[in-house]
């Protein structure tokens, strides 16, 4: 059974930094393709950042140059280092695969101006 248990939760004033954390079960987060989601109040899930197999890193350009995702494979964990975050940050953050196959229950992040 795979088990995704995203944590971080917090609350930050534009400009904060955040970091997100992502602890797998079940899966081998070093053998997939693992992204962060987020979903913000009326808006479809979307991909922020993924890290390929091979440590390969990709990002939307909305988080282009702030955010940082990176994997520890020995702890089977997911991060996603937040800088200069905006209120538009705000969301709910999620791990996954490329496939989109499993999620865990989330992380609010909420950025004030």
């Known amino acids: 059974q795979v088990q995704l248990l995203e944590s971080g939760v917090g609350l930050v004033q534009a400009g904060g930094s955040l970091r997100l954390s992502c602890v797998g079960s079940?899966?081998?987060?070093?053998?997939?393709?693992m992204g962060w989601y987020r979903q913000a109040p009326g808006n479809q899930r979307e991909l922020v950042a993924s890290?390929?197999?091979?440590?390969?890193?990709n990002y939307a350009n909305s988080v282009k140059g702030r955010f940082t995702i990176s994997r520890d494979n020995a702890k089977n964990t997911l991060y996603l280092q937040m800088n200069s975050l905006k209120p538009e940050d705000t969301a709910v953050y999620y791990c996954?695969?490329?496939?989109?196959?499993?999620w865990g229950q989330g992380t609010q992040v909420t950025v004030s101006s």
């Open positions: 079940g899966i081998s987060f070093r053998l997939n393709i």
């Open positions: 996954s695969t490329s496939r989109r196959d499993y």
């Open positions: 890290i390929t197999v091979g440590g390969s890193t």
